[in-house]
């Protein structure tokens, strides 16, 4: 973070802050309507329901992350087990939800990460 000092008088002083990335980009304030989205995505997909553990995708934490574009979403998820036999149906059922959320194409990237239960809050 890169911080500019000023003084208006002898006795107040003004400090702005400006963030920046390790290339010394500035980093885009926070967007409240990119947010909106970010949320309403993950309202819509506490529709799709892992049949065999019967909690839906976010309470089991396999939505890893969301990329919101103009023309195209992506939304990174792993599975529950790597041969998951719903795969296919989950999958279809989220770009479903997200393209009902964001009005155009969404697409689904399978993650070769593990999924550990601990994540998903089921370990009490």
């Not at 969301?66 to 939304?75: A, F, K, S, W």
């Amino acid at each position: 973070m890169t911080t500019e000092n000023t003084t208006t008088g002898p006795e107040q002083a003004a400090v702005t802050a400006t963030a920046t990335d390790t290339a010394g980009q500035p980093i885009a304030p926070f967007d409240a309507e990119r947010r909106a989205t970010e949320l309403a995505i993950l309202d819509a997909l506490r529709s799709v329901v892992d049949p065999e553990i019967g909690m839906n995708v976010v309470e089991l934490a396999l939505i890893r992350q969301i990329l919101l574009g103009p023309e195209q979403t992506e939304i990174k998820m792993v599975l529950t087990t790597p041969f998951c036999p719903y795969a296919g149906a989950m999958i279809a059922q989220i770009k479903e939800e997200v393209e009902n959320v964001v009005g155009h194409e969404a697409k689904i990237t399978l993650l070769a990460e593990r999924w550990d239960p601990r994540d998903a809050g089921l370990m009490w």
